[in-house]
């Protein structure tokens, strides 16, 4: 309980240190590759100039008060940084993670607004994981958000029981494949049975799915196949700074752009 208090208060001189920044990864179609937003990535560097990885710090500070500061920091940051960028490009997504616990509460909502972000609700996608299942109401702070325009997916999916329980439960729009899965398509196995189970799932439903951690193009052509919409991971591109990810975009933009001129240019006679 010592050791757990000690880190706890290391991440909070952290924040107060300004030591936390964010890293964006491109979300892209797997249809077409075009690039659809990011996801807005926490990391920690330390004064030694380390980076701790999220998964040695964000646990912790889970059903904490800091669960709370870590995602109104994140929101104050991301209307710093990308405000101007969602204004400019209104058709791109950003997508964030928020802790269970604090939904329902009202600091949500009001960080939204008082940093502008929330300006932004029809462009923002809200990652719930499976950590911490909201409670009562968190469940009508989910669907409060729904209905006001905001997008909600349901991240770490492993295809159990209890994700297709929650998303009953929630007007989930997006489900995100936990990296564990897609790393199991290999060219020695291409066609997992979750991804046959899946495939199912999105024929029977509106559900958009957005695989994590491809990194091969097997995994791409099979999820692809499967009827699977989004991806993100290493095949695309790493977590970003704000500046990198902003030129990574323009350059998307630009090829894109000339495709379409090429694609559509009159044919000599």
């Known amino acids: 309980m010592m050791l757990a208090s000690t880190e706890l208060n290391a991440i909070y001189d952290g924040l107060n240190r300004d030591e936390f920044f964010v890293e964006y990864l491109p979300i892209v179609s797997l249809g077409d590759q ?8 926490i990391r920690w560097r330390r004064p030694d100039g380390s980076v701790v990885p999220p998964d040695n710090f964000i646990p912790l500070a889970d059903n904490t008060p800091l669960s709370g500061l870590i ?55 809200l990652e719930v994981t499976e950590r911490g299942i909201p409670d009562q109401l968190g469940l009508l702070a989910l669907n409060s958000m729904f209905h006001g325009g905001i997008k909600l997916a349901l991240d770490d999916v492993m295809m159990s029981g209890t994700n297709l329980a929650l998303i009953s439960r929630c007007n989930f729009q997006l489900i995100k494949l936990d990296r564990l899965l897609t790393a199991e398509i290999t060219p020695e196995c291409p066609h997992p049975d979750w991804l046959r189970s899946l495939a199912g799932l999105l024929q029977a439903s509106e559900l958009t799915v957005v695989a994590e951690g491809i990194e091969t193009d097997t995994q791409l052509q099979a999820l692809r196949a499967a009827g699977v919409q989004w991806g993100q991971g290493y095949h ?32 000599p006679v």
């Open 34 to 41: 075009s690039c659809l937003g990011a996801e807005a990535l």
């Open 71 to 125: 995602t109104y920091w994140l929101i104050d940051t991301l209307a710093g940084e990308v405000g101007g960028w969602l204004r400019a490009h209104p058709e791109a997504h950003l997508s964030l993670n928020v802790p269970p616990e604090i939904l329902g509460r009202g600091g949500l909502e009001y960080a939204a607004v008082k940093s502008g972000l929330g300006e932004f609700r029809a462009q923002l996608i």
């Open 236 to 267: 695309f591109s790493p977590p970003l700074a704000v500046a990198e990810f902003i030129t990574w975009h323009e350059k998307w933009e630009k090829t894109s752009s000339c495709l379409a001129t090429n694609r559509f240019a009159a044919k």
